[in-house]
């Protein structure tokens, strides 16, 4: 069975950072790209950042680009998300989820498909 | 655009058919993946590319696409199909992926 579980979050003041973790079991880990995903307490979906199977190509979103980095540890089969300069606007609960295709070449944003996602941890950024 | 857009309500009598709509410039290269999410939970994919609906998934749930427009169409809405839905596909233009702003649907 597929599992995707989340941790690292938090309440967290503005300007300070976090380490998110998402820790992955039920597959085989490296053959497949990794993504985060965030959700704004009562609002929609918004892609935060992906990475391939071999990390070979990285993406993010505009709103986190220079902040945030992404990055897995194969061996762990762990996937991290390193969050910087934290704003208000990036309170959310942060979803790690897994890609369909396997061993998906080219750019991170070719497999958007997402067959599993994790329960989520919520960061919080408040004075 | 690079942008997907959703209606954000739709309802439907239980029982009925009802189709649930995403437009974007880049629906026009590339297939969406649809996730549906209730309250309190992660989002769960249930159908995605041309004509793939996952093994959990039930058969009244289809996909179509045309043009700059992808559908997600449930025949025999159930009760347990009142959810939020989401579309998402990837930029045509740039890396990234897109998400719609989501549909409430509403099953009376």
């Known amino acids: 069975e597929v599992q995707l579980v989340e941790s690292g979050g938090g309440l967290v003041q503005p300007g300070r950072s976090l380490r998110l973790s998402c820790a992955a079991s039920g597959f085989t880990f490296d053959d497949y790209a990794m993504h985060w995903v965030r959700q704004p307490p009562g609002k929609g979906l918004e892609w935060v950042s992906g990475?391939?199977?071999?990390?070979?190509?990285?993406a993010y979103a505009d709103s986190v680009k220079g902040r945030f980095t992404i990055s897995r540890d194969n061996a762990r089969t762990s996937l991290f998300l390193q969050m910087n300069s934290l704003r208000p606007e990036d309170t959310a609960m942060y979803y790690c989820?897994?890609?369909?295709?396997?061993?998906?070449?080219?750019?991170?944003?070719?497999?958007?498909?997402?067959?599993?996602w994790g329960q989520g941890t919520l960061v919080t950024v408040s004075s | 655009s690079s942008e997907l857009t959703q209606d954000p309500a739709v309802s439907v009598a239980l029982g009925q058919t009802v189709r649930i709509t995403c437009q974007g410039d880049?629906?026009?290269?590339?297939?969406a993946s649809w996730y549906q999410q209730k309250p309190g939970q992660g989002p769960v994919l249930v159908f995605y590319g041309e004509n793939n609906r996952p093994s959990s998934i039930p058969d009244r749930f289809f996909g179509s696409s045309s043009g700059n427009t992808a559908s997600l169409i449930i025949t025999g809405a159930q009760a347990e199909d009142e959810a939020d839905y989401y579309c998402?596909?990837?930029?045509?233009?740039?890396?990234?992926?897109?998400f719609g702003g989501g549909t409430k649907l509403t099953v009376l």
């Open positions: 990475i391939t199977w071999n990390s070979g190509n990285i």
């Open positions: 880049s629906l026009r290269s590339y297939y």
């Open positions: 989820a897994k890609v369909r295709n396997w061993r998906q070449g080219g750019e991170v944003a070719g497999s958007s498909y997402f067959d599993y």
């Open positions: 998402n596909c990837r930029d045509s233009t740039v890396n990234r992926v897109l």
